[in-house]
T-cell receptor, first 109, second 116 residues
Framework: DAKTTQPPSMDCAEGRAANLPCNHS???????VYWYRQIHSQGPQYIIH???NNETNEMASLIITEDRKSSTLILPHATLRDTAVYYC??????????FGAGTTVTVRA | DGGITQSPKYLFRKEGQNVTLSCEQN?????MYWYRQDPGQGLRLIYY???????QKGDIAEGYSVSREKKESFPLTVTSAQKNPTAFYLC???????????????FGEGSRLTVL
């Protein structure tokens, strides 16, 4: 599976949009981009995934570049409860999802 | 409510003892997984199972064993052969749609094992 690169940490203001970048320059054609988040000492929570097209659900939006080498997770109106570690994962099979160190997002009031 | 239940939430054991962590799901999911997480790090896959009576090794299976006798249950045994067992253990299950996994893993709340 392709590797991903995420910034180790980022801050954002409560009520503003949070844009989380992820690079996956070695992604192959059949690999999906998945995003999960983990609030301290809990199990990770699925957010969204996509292949080529941009995706949106009640939690977030996923923007994938046309060449698929990078993506951005957008939390439209960040709240304090969105403080968590966010994982960007690329995989063709979910049972081989590899969770790296992720991005620690801190939402500040 | 449907979900994944892990027990115990906290567990202490002495070196040289085996310990079994329970994972039960009532989501009717076919696939189940065990991950290990060390402080400040991501998750590493220990074992996974896509159907009853079948399971596969993940990236760090040494020192661990599993069974999948029922669809709902996927217990993990941490054996005395595991050299550094102190960690946070997470169980997950996943949806399959049309026989294909959808990529959405549902996780339990985790079991924190400390070896004294």
């Amino acid at each position: 599976d392709a590797k991903t690169t995420q910034p180790p940490s980022m801050d954002c203001a409560e009520g503003r949009a949070a844009n989380l970048p992820c690079n996956h320059s070695t992604i192959s054609g059949n690999e999906y981009v998945y995003w999960y988040r983990q609030i301290h000492s809990q199990g990770p929570q699925y957010i969204i995934h996509g292949l080529k097209n941009n995706e949106t659900n009640e939690m977030a939006s996923l923007i994938i570049t046309e060449d698929r080498k990078s993506s951005t997770l957008i939390l439209p109106h960040a709240t304090l409860r969105d403080t968590a570690v966010y994982y960007c994962i690329v995989s063709s099979n979910d049972y081989k999802l590899s969770f790296g160190a992720g991005t620690t997002v801190t939402v500040r009031a | 409510d449907g979900g994944i239940t892990q027990s115990p939430k906290y567990l202490f054991r002495k070196e040289g003892q085996n310990v079994t962590l329970s994972c039960e799901q009532n989501l009717n999911h076919d696939a189940m997984y065990w991950y290990r997480q060390d402080p400040g790090q991501g998750l590493r896959l220990i074992y996974y199972s896509q159907i009853v009576n079948d399971f596969q090794k993940g990236d760090i299976a040494e020192g661990y064993s599993v069974s999948r006798e029922k669809k709902e249950s996927f217990p993990l045994t941490v054996t005395s052969a595991q050299k550094n067992p102190t960690a946070f253990y997470l169980c997950a299950s996943s949806i399959m749609a049309g026989g294909i996994e959808t990529g959405e893993l549902f996780f339990g709340e985790g079991s924190r094992l400390t070896v004294l």
